[in-house]
C-alpha cells in the first residue's frame, strides 16, 4: 500500500511526459509521414495529421523534402486548414504557390483573414494577383486591395475590417443584443469601440465589462474615453511599441480623417515583434531575411553584399598592420599576441552593439539618456578591460620572459576595449539619428574600428617601447 503513491507519482509523471509530446513535432513524425509520402498512403498520413493545429501541419511542410510538399498537398485532398499557408515559412509559401492555379489560391485566401491574406497577395507576380483577386467575390475584393494599397509593413496592412461599433447613446442591453443578432461578428474581438455619428471613436468598453453591467447601463456611462488611436500609415514597429508600452489587447486604427476603419489585436502584434526581433538578429550577423529555406543561389546572392563589404573593412584593417611590417619582423611575439588584442575589442564592441540596437528599438536609448548610458558603458569597458589586461599582461610576460611586451598588450587591449564600448554605442545611434536602421550596417563599422584600432594602440606602442 505504501508503493500505491509512488505509482501513482511514476503514472501520473508519464502522462504529463505524453501530453507534453502532443505539442509540435518530432523526428520520429516526420520521418513517418516522410516514409508514408514514399510509399502513396494518403489515408495514414490524413489519419496522422487530423487533429493537428495548423501551426504544427506548416512545420511539417517546412521540414519535408523539397519535392514532397506538393505531394503532401495533393494527398490532403483539400482538408488542410486555410491557416497553414499563413503561418508557413514565406519561401516555402511561395513555391507551392507557385505551382497552384489562380482559383485555387483565391479559394483558401478567402478563408483567412484580411492581414493574411494580403501577406500571401503581395509575393504574387503583379499579373497573377490580378489572376487570384478576378476569382475572389466583389465584396471580399475590394478589402484585399484596400489592404494592398497601403504601404507594406504598415498599421493598415495588419489591421482587420471586421470589429464591433457602436454608438454611445445604446444601452448595454442594447448592444448585447445587437451582438446576439448580428451574423458576420468578428471570429475574435476584447472590446466593444464606441463611435459618434461620424464614426469617430470616441472610446472603447472591455468585454469584461460589458458581460458584467446591467442592461438599462448605457455605454457611454461605463466606457473608456482614454484609448490610443493608431494611424493607419504608422509603421509596424512603432504599433508594436504601443502594445508593449501600454500593454493593450486591441487598438483602434483611424485613417487620416479620424474615422475608424479598422482595428489591431494582440495576436497580430506578437508576430510582429517576433518578426522584427528575428530581423534585427540577422541584420547584425549581416544576412538580409531568413533564408533558410531559399535555393542556394538565392542564399548565396542575399550574403553576398555584407561579405564584400566586411572583405574591404579587413583589407583596412591589414593595410594598418602593414605599417608595422618591420616591427613585427622584429620581434615574433607580436604576431602570436595580436590576435588577442583585436578578438577581444570585437567581442566587447559586440556586446555594447547588441544592447543599443535593442535598446533603440524598444525606445528605451534616447537622446535624453544617451550620455548617461555612454558613460555606465565606459566604465564597464574599463573594468573588464583592466581587469583582462592584468591577466594577459602576466601572462604574455611569462610566457615571453619580457615585461615590456606584457605591459604593451595591457595597455593596447584596455585601449581596444575602451573604444570597443564606445564605438558599439555612438555607431547604432549616429545610425539611428540618419534615419538608417542601426542593426544593417553598426556591426561592420563597429568591427572594423576595434580592429584597426587595436592593431595600431598595440603595434604603434610596441614600436615605441620595444625597438
Known amino acids: 500500500m505504501k508503493d500505491e503513491p509512488v505509482e501513482k507519482l ?37 489519419e496522422l495529421v487530423a487533429d493537428w493545429h495548423p501551426a504544427d501541419i506548416a512545420d511539417l511542410i517546412e521540414q519535408l523534402k523539397s519535392k514532397d510538399r506538393s505531394t503532401f498537398l495533393v494527398m490532403m485532398d483539400g482538408e488542410l486548414d486555410a491557416d497553414v499557408y499563413s503561418d508557413l515559412d514565406e519561401n516555402v509559401r511561395d513555391d507551392l504557390v ?30 497573377e494577383q490580378r489572376e487570384v483577386l478576378n476569382e475572389i467575390p466583389m465584396e471580399d475584393r475590394a478589402a484585399l486591395e484596400e489592404g494592398l494599397g497601403y504601404e507594406e509593413d504598415s498599421a ?18 442594447q448592444t448585447i443584443d445587437y451582438l446576439r443578432d448580428t451574423d458576420d461578428l468578428p471570429n475574435e474581438f476584447y472590446e466593444i469601440f464606441v463611435v459618434d455619428p461620424r464614426h469617430f471613436p470616441i472610446g472603447t468598453i472591455p468585454l469584461d465589462r ?45 485613417n487620416p480623417s479620424g474615422m475608424l476603419i479598422g482595428v489591431i489585436t494582440v495576436d497580430d502584434i506578437v508576430d510582429v515583434i517576433s518578426e522584427e526581433a528575428e530581423e534585427d538578429l540577422l541584420l547584425l550577423a549581416g ?28 583589407t583596412s584593417a591589414s593595410v594598418a598592420i602593414s605599417m608595422f611590417d618591420a616591427t613585427m619582423e622584429a620581434i615574433i611575439a607580436l604576431a602570436v599576441l595580436m590576435p588577442i588584442v583585436a578578438s577581444m575589442g570585437g567581442n566587447a564592441g559586440t556586446q555594447t552593439l547588441t544592447v543599443a540596437v535593442r535598446a533603440l528599438a524598444t525606445k528605451e536609448l534616447t537622446s535624453a539618456n544617451m550620455w548617461r548610458i555612454l558613460g555606465k558603458e565606459m566604465f564597464v569597458a574599463a573594468l573588464n578591460g ?16 619580457n615585461p615590456l611586451i606584457g605591459m604593451v598588450i595591457a595597455i593596447a587591449m584596455v585601449t581596444n576595449i575602451l573604444v570597443a564600448g564606445t ?30 584600432i587595436g592593431f595600431v594602440a598595440f603595434l604603434g606602442l610596441a614600436t615605441f617601447v620595444l625597438l
Open 98 to 127: 507557385e505551382e497552384m492555379e489562380p482559383a485555387e489560391i483565391a479559394a483558401f485566401i478567402t478563408e483567412l483573414e484580411v492581414d493574411d491574406a494580403v501577406d500571401v497577395l503581395e509575393d504574387l507576380e503583379e499579373e
Open 210 to 254: 460589458a458581460m458584467r453591467s446591467k442592461r438599462d447601463v448605457f455605454v457611454r456611462d461605463i466606457m473608456d474615453t482614454e484609448q490610443k488611436l493608431i494611424p493607419v500609415d504608422m509603421d509596424q514597429e512603432e504599433v508594436a511599441y504601443l502594445f508593449q508600452q501600454y500593454r493593450l489587447t486591441s487598438a483602434a486604427v483611424i
Open 10 to 46: 511514476q503514472s501520473h509523471s508519464e502522462d504529463m511526459e505524453d501530453v507534453v509530446g502532443q505539442y509540435g513535432l518530432n523526428d520520429e513524425l516526420v520521418e513517418e509521414i516522410q516514409t508514408a509520402i514514399d510509399e502513396n498512403r494518403a489515408d495514414h498520413i490524413r
Open 423 to 452: 564605438a558599439g554605442m555612438l555607431v547604432p545611434v549616429t545610425l539611428d539619428k540618419l534615419k538608417i536602421d542601426p542593426a544593417v550596417a553598426s556591426s561592420v563599422f563597429v568591427t572594423t574600428t576595434t580592429d584597426i
Open 386 to 401: 583592466s581587469f583582462f589586461a592584468i591577466t594577459i599582461g602576466l601572462i604574455a610576460w611569462a610566457w615571453f620572459g
Open 287 to 314: 544576412v538580409s531575411e531568413d533564408d533558410l529555406f531559399e535555393n542556394i543561389l538565392s542564399t548565396a546572392r542575399t550574403r553576398f553584399p555584407w561579405l564584400l563589404v566586411n572583405l574591404f573593412t579587413a
Open 156 to 173: 493598415g496592412r495588419l489591421m482587420q475590417r471586421d470589429l464591433i461599433a457602436v454608438p454611445e447613446y445604446w444601452t448595454i442591453g
